[in-house]
């Protein structure tokens, strides 16, 4: 399972579909998860804004992904 590192409490679905390069555009972010195309923790999940925080499992295309928060870069990113 491969881990996609956050460097905040918690970020919404669609953001996290950018971030992890499943999707180029936001646009086409909120098409595929419309479409039903992920699941978190097991549900299929439809809501854009749904907070997704570290520990929470995203499968999409039969494969699952971990989501974990990066300490080490978050503190990087606030100095």
Do not use: H, W
Not at 3 to 30: H, N, R, S, Y
């Amino acid at each position: 399972m491969e881990e996609l590192k956050i460097v905040t409490p918690f970020i919404k679905l669609d953001q996290l579909v950018k971030f992890a390069g499943f999707t180029e555009t936001g646009a086409k972010a909120k098409i595929l998860i419309d479409l039903g195309e992920f699941t978190v923790n097991g549900i299929c999940c439809t809501k854009r804004g749904k907070k997704i925080k570290p520990g929470d499992i995203i499968e999409y295309k039969n494969k699952k992904y971990k989501v974990v928060y990066d300490g080490q870069a978050a503190e990087e990113t606030s100095e």
